[in-house]
Each structure stands twice: as structure tokens, then as C-alpha cells.
């Protein structure tokens, strides 16, 4: 129970970077399935999940400057 | 005594149990030695347990995908979250966390309470769980198809008892010099670390053949710290250019 609440939580105070994890996870998953398990699968599930990083810091960035 | 199953399971299992010793000395560094230690030990029951009851075929009884995937996935989840926080204290756009200060202001809200408390960190509990929990069965697959194709468990359980012992050994000679990194720097490689780990374990899980097998988590963590350094120098930069365009504007 206080396992899923942490995890709710972790959507809730950061839903792009879930989000991200979410797609880049999908794409791989979407690449191993149509036959390409190696480079093109390892390549844009790393870059995908380091653009998630990028895409919830420039969300923040934009937040504070704002304020 | 068949000296090279014993190798092979040696070499084997010894490569499972520094990454094991990896997450928990990150655990250990950045949330104490209670919460890594309850993790990691909870993990070896639970591990022992199975082995007790289900046997040889645990090798068939579990999905490793399905496990590899879930841990993965858990690890992500921590491990980008910190690498983020550490990013965005380095450059300046959150405050570097006082950990003096977090400690005392704990402290107080225990002594209102009127209890020591546990000490013990869910999330960090949980990370050093995961990690011993995975490699610990990867190891114990490896020691069961190794022992059993040569038909000599025996060897291949010794291999991997010294290969966990210098390991353990190898992790407390380490552990002091890594508590004089300052903490936002520790959280940061953890975060880089984890993060590294969590994508080489989900992309398993989904059935992603990555180069050189487990050496790919060096290729991966690599990136991860190249492109976090390179964007810290990027957003500080930004963060500069900015503040300069504001005195300009305030004194004209």
C-alpha cells in the first residue's frame, strides 16, 4: 500500500519525467517487437530516457524564471 | 572440487555481485547504512527462501523478463528523479540540500513525537532490495545451470561463495574513502548509477539484446554522465546570461 502511494506520489510531483519513461520504454518495446532488438532499439530507449530528464528540468527551468 | 566450473561460476556470479555492491553502497552512501542493510538482507531471505522451496527448477519456475523488467522500471523511477534534483541543484535553480540542517529539524520533530524512530528509508530500502534481490537470482541461475551441465554444484557454489566474499570485502574497504564525496556530487553519480542500471534491466525485460551484454551498463552510464555534465554546463551558462541581462536592465 505504501509502496503504490510512493508511486502515485511519483506521478503526481513529476508526470513528464513519468511520462518520458513511459514513451521511451514504449518505442523500445514497439522496436524488439517489429524485429530490431539491437543498436536500433538501444540507441533511442537511452537518448529517449536522458530527453525526459531534459524535458522535465527545461519544465522547472521555465517555472522558476517565471516566478 | 571441479576447478573450472568453480571458475566459471567465480567469474560469473562475481560480475552479478558488484553490481549488487554497487546499489547498495549508493544506498548506504546517500540513506544510511540501516536502510541499505534491511534491503539487501531482506533480499537474501527472500532469495534463500525461494531457493529452499522451489529448488533446481526456480531456473523454469520464474520469468526473469518479467522480474528484470519491474526492477528496471522501480530503478528508472529513483534513479532519474535524483539525477534530476542533483542537475538542477548544481546549476543553481534548486538550493543545494543542507543535510546539518534536515538532520537537526528531524531530530526535533522526533523528540515532539517522543520517538527514536526507525531510521529506515522506504525508497532506499526498496532500491537495495530490488538490486541485491535481481542479481542475487541471476547469480543463483548462473551457479544452477553451470553446476548442473558439468554435474558438479558443489564447484559451482564454492565459486560463487568466494566470489561473494571478496566482493563484501571489497565494499567495506571501499565504503570510507566514498563518504568524504560531497553529497550533491554522490547524489548525482547514484543518480547517473541507477539510472544506468534501471534502463540496462527494463530494456532486458523487453527484450533488448544490448552489446556486450552486461558491459553495456558502463556504455549507458557513460552517456548518462556525459550529456547530465554537458547539460549542467548548458543551463548554467543560460542561468548566467540571464542574470547579466537583469543587473544590465536594473542599472540602466
Redesign the interface.
Known amino acids: 500500500m ?2 503504490i502511494k ?2 502515485v506520489g ?1 506521478i503526481y510531483d ?1 508526470p513528464w ?2 511520462g518520458g ?1 513511459v514513451v521511451a ?1 514504449l518505442v ?2 514497439v522496436l ?2 517489429s524485429g530490431h ?3 536500433a ?2 540507441i533511442p ?2 537518448v529517449l ?2 530527453g ?3 524535458l ?2 527545461s519544465r ?2 521555465a517555472k ?2 517565471r516566478a | 572440487m571441479n576447478w573450472y566450473v568453480a571458475g566459471a561460476s567465480f567469474l560469473g556470479t562475481a560480475v552479478e555481485f558488484v553490481e549488487a555492491l554497487t546499489i547498495v553502497l549508493a544506498v548506504l552512501l546517500t540513506k544510511g547504512w540501516k536502510t541499505a542493510m534491511t534491503g539487501a538482507l531482506l533480499a537474501v531471505v527472500v532469495l534463500v527462501a525461494l531457493v529452499l522451496i522451489v529448488g533446481y527448477p526456480l531456473v523454469h519456475a520464474v520469468q526473469l523478463p518479467v522480474v528484470q523488467f519491474i526492477v528496471g ?1 522501480l530503478m ?2 529513483f534513479g ?2 535524483w ?2 534534483k542533483a ?2 541543484r548544481y ?1 543553481g ?1 534548486k538550493a543545494v540540500h543542507d543535510e546539518g540542517k534536515a538532520f537537526a529539524e528531524e531530530l526535533e520533530k522526533q523528540k515532539g513525537r517522543g520517538s527514536k524512530g526507525s531510521g529506515i528509508d ?2 532506499g530500502a ?1 532500491t537495495a532490495f530490488n538490486g541485491v534481490f535481481l542479481e542475487g537470482l541471476e547469480s543463483v541461475f548462473i551457479v544452477i545451470t553451470v553446476g548442473l551441465s558439468a554435474h558438479s554444484l558443489v564447484s559451482a557454489v564454492w565459486g560463487s561463495v568466494v566470489a561473494l566474499i571478496l566482493v563484501v570485502l571489497a565494499g567495506v574497504a571501499f565504503r570510507s574513502p566514498l563518504q568524504a564525496v560531497p553529497e550533491n556530487t554522490l547524489k548525482f553519480v547514484v543518480g547517473v548509477l541507477l ?1 544506468s542500471f534501471g ?1 540496462f534491466w ?2 532486458e525485460g ?6 556486450d551484454q552486461d558491459v ?1 551498463i558502463l556504455f ?1 552510464a557513460g ?2 554522465l556525459v ?2 555534465l554537458l ?1 549542467v554546463a548548458w ?1 548554467r551558462a543560460g542561468r548566467r546570461k ?1 542574470m547579466m541581462s537583469e543587473t544590465q536592465s536594473v542599472s540602466s
Do not use: N, P, Q
Open positions: 505504501k509502496a510512493v508511486l511519483l513529476d519525467l513519468v519513461i520504454l523500445a518495446k524488439t517487437l532488438a539491437h543498436f532499439a538501444m530507449l537511452v530516457l536522458f525526459s530528464i531534459m522535465s528540468i522547472e527551468v522558476k524564471r | 522500471l528508472l523511477l532519474m528523479r539525477l534530476r542537475i538542477l546549476t535553480y522506504g525508497f526498496l539510472s534502463t527494463a530494456g523487453l527484450g533488448v539484446a544490448w552489446l553495456s549507458v552517456f548518462f550529456a547530465s547539460y543551463l540571464l
